[in-house]
């Protein structure tokens, strides 16, 4: 296991490699830690802006409530109660009273508008813990418990001003006016909503630390005596997040929360310690997880290397033993890297040595050899192409002109064929397929037509040679039927947003529908090894030209409703087909 240390070309790189794996473990770990912490940030900050902005609603839908209630006192249907708040308004509770007693009589004696704001304030969940009517002179104040219990107190001297504090609830004040005459104001009332009825609902999270604030300072909600200090200096440095604090765990961050339109501040404030220790089954896992990498990767190292210096060492006592002359085989085994290499060279090294002069005589041969075939693949086409010229010629001066053009178009196909451009454009191709309709047309005159249907536009696409005809060819070999009078064959072409579509129709024979499907089934699945030996030239051409555009190649093969097969070519182009093969 350890026989790499022995080598220092091992030892130095296994010393660099454990530290640079030990690095990169510790700024993934490091990495995912902070990431871990951040998200956990956001979300805080988020269910935090959230609670805040729950908060801000509740004041809102609670002064909504207040103004709909003092629109409907305005109004004509409830003008008995309005008399009577105009009679509680600034008076004393004697004073009150008699007024009830001359002013009200019959069924009016049951509107009290002490009754009416009371179930106003119980309708609302008691969010109200005290109402203060204030006039120019002394105020009234109407107070509620939670239980619904409610206490009314008459001609209380009036206070300098109505101060918001945060810590007994939020005071929302409306104007009152003299009904009938609204540029008057009679005075002010001010509703006081419980604390709890607002920010009841913030502070879920355990490990966050929660205060509201006002404008003024002072602190309610959340704030114990150890932290309250931290939620001062926050307030004061008047930021709207950062941290505070040393030390890693010890550090916290906040964020701060100003709502302009009430007038309080919502601090949220969090140690990264608590984070830690709230998710500490996910870092756990982090830190076991990377441990886990970097151990097994370090043995994986450790037992390639002492694989690579075992051999290394057999390696080095061959070439000891062949300094004296003793040449010995190194079994190479199943390795297939540079030490493989090396071994076989030096096991070839002896034969090399003998061989030398008599390998060097047969490889001169074989490329003389080689040069002679060249020269015989030059020659044979154009000894092929005089000759079919000379029968072309003859059978133009004996006016047979059906045989000429057979003669010419076998000519130009097979010269277009052996030309050692393997790519061409659809044009070219669509060229070599009508000289073989011809010869077929020539061949089976009267019982053969075709026709060709391919669009201007992808005839200048370039594909790979000689793969139409071949699709073709199956027509006249397995579908074409002699006995017919009208064996028809159509070749079409056409573009479909970024798709091109070839379709070669005949009229011929079906295939067996557990074939077809046979068929279908490995042009589906490239990876499957084809066993139809019958379908060999139709797998043929579809993997040469799925090598050539790549995925975007698709093939299929249907039967036609009465007669014949389709054969369907889908090419992808994309916003610009690029080959997949190298078009060179």
Request: glycine share 6%; proline share 1%.
């Amino acid at each position: 296991m350890l026989e790499f240390v022995k080598k220092q070309v091992y030892r130095k790189p296994f010393i660099v490699y454990t530290l640079s794996l030990l690095v990169v473990c510790t700024l993934v770990c490091s990495l995912l830690f902070q990431l871990t912490l951040n998200s956990q940030l956001e979300q805080i900050k988020q269910d935090s802006l959230k609670e805040f902005e729950n908060a801000q609603n509740n004041i809102g839908f609670n002064i909504q409530k207040i103004d709909s209630y003092f629109l409907g006192l305005y109004s004509e249907q409830n003008r008995r109660i309005l008399k009577d708040f105009m009679r509680f308004f600034g008076n004393d509770a004697e004073t009150y009273i008699m007024k009830r007693i001359v002013e009200v009589s019959g069924d009016e004696a049951e509107t009290s508008f002490i009754e009416d704001i009371k179930n106003f304030v119980r309708s609302n969940q008691y969010s109200i813990s005290q109402i203060l009517f204030l006039t120019s002179k002394n105020s009234n104040i109407i107070t509620y418990g939670t239980n619904g219990i409610s206490q009314v107190r008459f001609r209380i001297p009036n206070r300098s001003g109505i101060k918001n504090d945060i810590s007994l609830g939020y005071n929302y004040t409306k104007k009152i006016l003299q009904p009938g005459d609204m540029s008057e104001t009679l005075g002010e009332v001010s509703f006081l909503v419980r604390a709890q009825a607002i920010f009841g609902n913030i502070n879920k999270n355990p490990i966050v630390h929660v205060a509201v604030m006002s404008k003024d300072g002072e602190l309610y909600f959340g704030a114990d005596d150890t932290m309250k200090e931290q939620f001062r200096r926050i307030y004061d440095s008047e930021k709207t997040s950062g941290r505070i604090g040393s030390g890693f765990f010890q550090e916290m961050h906040y964020n701060v929360y100003t709502s302009e339109q009430y007038g309080f501040k919502m601090v949220s404030l969090v140690s990264y310690g608590a984070i830690i220790n709230q998710n500490r089954s996910i870092f756990l896992f982090y830190i076991f997880g990377i441990l886990f990498i970097f151990i097994s990767i370090t043995l994986l190292i450790a037992t390639r290397m002492s694989f690579d210096a075992k051999y290394l060492s057999l390696i080095t006592k061959a070439i000891d033993k062949a300094k004296s002359g003793k040449f010995v085989k190194i079994d190479i085994k199943k390795r297939k890297d540079e030490f493989s290499i090396i071994a076989r060279k030096l096991n070839d090294m002896s034969e090399q040595l003998e061989e030398h002069i008599q390998k060097e005589y047969i490889l001169k041969l074989k490329q003389k050899e080689a040069e002679m075939k060249t020269l015989q693949q030059q020659i044979n086409p154009h000894f092929l192409y005089n000759t079919l010229e000379v029968i072309r010629s003859h059978a133009m001066v004996n006016n047979d002109e059906s045989v000429a053009d057979a003669v010419f178009n076998l000519g130009g196909m097979l010269r277009e064929v052996v030309k050692n451009k393997d790519v061409i454009t659809i044009g070219n191709e669509l060229d070599i397929l009508t000289k073989y309709l011809k010869i077929m047309e020539f061949k089976f005159s009267g019982k053969f037509y075709y026709q060709i249907d391919v669009d201007h536009e992808i005839r200048a696409m370039e594909t790979v040679k000689f793969w139409m005809q071949p699709l073709v060819e199956n027509f006249f070999v397995h579908g074409f039927d002699r006995s017919c009078d009208y064996n028809l064959l159509l070749i079409s072409g056409k573009i479909y947003e970024n798709e091109v579509m070839f379709q070669i129709i005949n009229n011929g024979e079906k295939i067996e529908p557990d074939r077809l499907e046979a068929i279908n089934g490995w042009l589906a699945a490239t990876e499957k090894e084809n066993t139809d030996n019958s379908s060999i030239g139709l797998i043929n051409v579809y993997t040469r030209l799925r090598f050539f555009y790549g995925d975007g190649l698709k093939m299929k093969l249907n039967n036609n409703e009465e007669a014949g097969i389709t054969i369907s070519i889908s090419i992808w182009r994309g916003d610009e087909h690029v080959p997949v093969a190298d078009s060179r």
